[in-house]
């Protein structure tokens, strides 16, 4: 098994640029994670999906969207990056009702 | 909603003594708190976990507290040792479809 994976690992995008931060898990878990990461912040939540077919915001969602395409695949849009979302983006997918959480490798985004 | 605030930020210790870690949470409905442990560069991943039924939970060296009355937990880790360096992330949850809610981290250095 693969786990959870993401892509791409390194982005780099100019002010007003998209983009669309992939995900997927071959775990069969129903809920999935977006969540980023900024020096001294912690893990903060953007947004999640309980199950396929329902999406809700997290703590920090402005400026971004997200897609639950299926089951397995959880994706989060940028439609016009700006300097604040420079962070690293981490993907994450559990059971219902289940308690670990397992995280993606991670994606490094730097908006000019 | 849920607050979990997390102390010390930094953490150095001398190879071989204990780290002791502390976090409170807000919401008394919370019953789930793990630990997560980030290395440099890499994913978060799961370290040790308690329920709110448990007072105390042990894995080797690591152990976590939990007080209800007082709403925090801790993470002990003893004997140190220089791969223990880490960022390391407590977590509160109310119910299983709930997400996490992450207090913003300790850096733990032990130093040889």
């Known amino acids: 098994n693969a786990g959870v994976t993401q892509t791409p690992k390194f982005q780099v995008l100019k002010t007003g640029q998209s983009m669309t931060l992939q995900c997927a898990q071959d775990?069969?878990?129903?809920?999935m994670y977006w969540y980023r990461q900024d020096p001294g912040m912690g893990l903060r939540l953007i947004y999640y999906s309980a199950s396929e077919g329902t999406t809700d915001k997290g703590e920090v969602p402005n400026g971004y969207n997200v897609s639950r395409l299926n089951k397995r695949e959880f994706s989060l849009r940028l439609e016009s990056a700006a300097p604040s979302q420079t962070s690293v983006y981490f993907c994450?997918?559990?059971?219902?009702?289940?308690?670990?959480?397992?995280f993606g490798p991670g994606t490094r985004l730097t908006v000019t | 909603g849920e607050n979990v605030e997390q102390h010390p930020s930094t953490l150095s210790v001398q190879e071989g003594d204990s780290a002791v870690i502390k976090c409170t949470y807000s919401?008394?409905?919370?019953?789930?708190f793990p630990w997560y442990k980030q290395e440099l560069g890499k994913r978060p991943q799961l370290i040790i976990d308690?329920?709110?039924?448990?007072g105390e939970k042990k894995d080797q060296r690591i152990a976590v507290t939990l007080n209800k009355t007082a709403k925090h937990f801790s993470l002990h880790i003893t004997e140190t040792q220089p791969e223990d360096s880490a960022v390391y992330f407590c977590a509160a949850r109310t119910s299983g479809n709930t997400p996490l809610v992450f207090g913003k981290g300790t850096r733990l250095s032990v130093i040889a």
């Open positions: 775990m069969n878990h129903n809920s």
């Open positions: 994450a997918s559990a059971t219902s009702g289940g308690d670990e959480q397992y």
């Open positions: 919401d008394s409905a919370s019953n789930y």
């Open positions: 308690i329920r709110s039924n448990v």
